[in-house]
């Protein structure tokens, strides 16, 4: 019996690692692109104001296809599920070298798009069935990963300048399937974990608690990857970096939220979850309004004191999610990421938009813009 436990224990740690793992690999394809934005842009003689619409695509089809990957995750198991989505999350990027006409980056983000919506809500729901006593520790923990691969991304504007921007995206596409076939084996005999239907989805939206909760965080969200995404592109327009200088002070945004998701285990702990929501809901956007000061000079503190409490925040609002409906999780995340990134994408046409006229001024009202829903946090439940 103890030998068995032990076996048991070990395939266990194995999945999660392999989990994180390929979440790590996952975030590096997300934010590879954000260092090379500029050059894409200049590649396929498109306008400034453009640039915020590369990433917009990717956010809309993730947030669209988020529930409808439901469909994939009936018939596949979770495993597959997100393998699958890797798989097309990193071949977009490689199909990006190609051509950088208008039409086709928008087809390629889009493709990227719906490989990200393919794998988030199937993942954490096979991570969380391994210690579903520990849900703030173990969104925590996916988070970590999430950042880790974050800061890995914007850190790749590095290869971006040394060996030109196509080498950069096709090496970071590559790692993406290559880690999709390395986690797939191991992980597929949990294939009945991380099953939702669009049922199940659709119900989770008629719980308060979860649409509060969902609704709340959208300027979190839409503030952490609006800043991870054109930050660099405000370095290098505006204060004149350069590719590999502007993704290296980008990165302490990434690497603040590996504490910031560690520190999530204080939800699993605290009685008064309402009041740490808000706390760190406020501080997950309040300190982007500092970017545009002083020459540049409060951008590090603040890309540190964001990236900490929006990790956070991140982290505690899928624990909260989790809690409210643990046998429906991956419905519920599914149903959180829709809102989050269908809402918080607006945020980068809008900062893009407003940046033609000041900066400034466009990191100010992108942190007015995202308190407002935090008020949604008063009407839920403990």
């Known amino acids: 019996m103890i030998k068995e436990n032990h076996t048991n224990n070990s395939k266990q740690t194995i999945t999660i690692v392999l989990i994180l793992f390929s979440r790590f690999i996952y975030s590096l394809n997300w934010f590879v692109i954000s260092p090379a934005l500029p050059s894409i842009a200049s590649s396929g003689h498109m306008q400034k104001w453009m640039i915020g619409l590369i990433p917009l695509v990717f956010f809309l089809f993730t947030g669209?296809?988020?529930?409808?990957?439901?469909?994939?995750?009936?018939?596949?198991?979770?495993?597959?599920?997100?393998?699958?989505?890797?798989?097309?999350?990193?071949?977009?990027?490689?199909?990006?070298?190609?051509?950088?006409?208008?039409?086709?980056?928008?087809?390629?983000?889009?493709?990227?798009?719906?490989?990200?919506?393919?794998?988030?809500?199937?993942?954490?729901?096979?991570?969380?069935?391994?210690?579903?006593?520990?849900?703030?520790?173990?969104?925590?923990?996916?988070?970590?990963?999430?950042?880790?691969?974050?800061?890995?991304?914007?850190?790749?504007?590095?290869?971006?300048?040394?060996?030109?921007?196509?080498?950069?995206?096709?090496?970071?596409?590559?790692?993406?399937?290559?880690?999709?076939?390395?986690?797939?084996?191991?992980?597929?005999?949990?294939?009945?974990?991380?099953?939702?239907?669009?049922?199940?989805?659709?119900?989770?939206?008629?719980?308060?608690?979860?649409?509060?909760?969902?609704?709340?965080?959208?300027?979190?969200?839409?503030?952490?990857?609006?800043?991870?995404?054109?930050?660099?592109?405000?370095?290098e327009l505006e204060l004149h970096q350069g590719v590999a200088i502007s993704g290296i002070e980008s990165t302490p945004l990434i690497f603040a939220s590996i504490f910031g998701g560690l520190s999530a285990a204080i939800y699993d702990n605290t009685k008064r979850k309402k009041i740490l929501l808000l706390f760190c809901g406020l501080l997950s956007v309040l300190p982007a309004s500092l970017f545009g000061f002083s020459g540049g000079i409060l951008i590090i503190p603040a890309l540190v004191t964001l990236g900490f409490f929006n990790e956070m925040a991140i982290s505690i609002c899928y624990a909260h999610a989790n809690n409210a409906s643990p046998e429906k999780n991956a419905a519920s995340f599914a149903v959180i990421n829709t809102i989050q990134i269908l809402a918080g994408m607006t945020l980068l046409p809008l900062v893009t938009i407003v940046a033609l006229f000041s900066w400034s001024y466009a990191w100010i009202i992108m942190s007015l813009v995202s308190i407002i829903p935090l008020t949604l946090i008063t009407k839920m439940k403990e």
């Open 64 to 235: 669209i296809f988020q529930i409808p990957s439901g469909v994939v995750s009936n018939k596949l198991g979770g495993p597959a599920t997100f393998s699958v989505g890797l798989t097309l999350l990193s071949l977009g990027n490689i199909l990006l070298i190609i051509d950088q006409n208008f039409a086709w980056v928008f087809l390629t983000r889009a493709l990227s798009g719906f490989g990200a919506a393919l794998f988030f809500a199937s993942a954490g729901a096979v991570l969380l069935r391994m210690k579903p006593e520990k849900p703030g520790f173990m969104m925590g923990m996916y988070n970590v990963a999430f950042a880790l691969g974050g800061g890995a991304g914007l850190l790749w504007g590095v290869v971006h300048e040394a060996l030109g921007w196509k080498v950069g995206m096709l090496l970071a596409g590559v790692s993406g399937i290559t880690a999709a076939s390395i986690v797939y084996f191991p992980t597929r005999k949990n294939k009945n974990i991380g099953r939702f239907s669009i049922t199940d989805a659709i119900n989770q939206l008629t719980d308060r608690n979860i649409l509060n909760v969902s609704l709340a965080f959208t300027g979190t969200w839409g503030t952490y990857f609006a800043t991870g995404l054109l930050l660099p592109t405000y370095l």
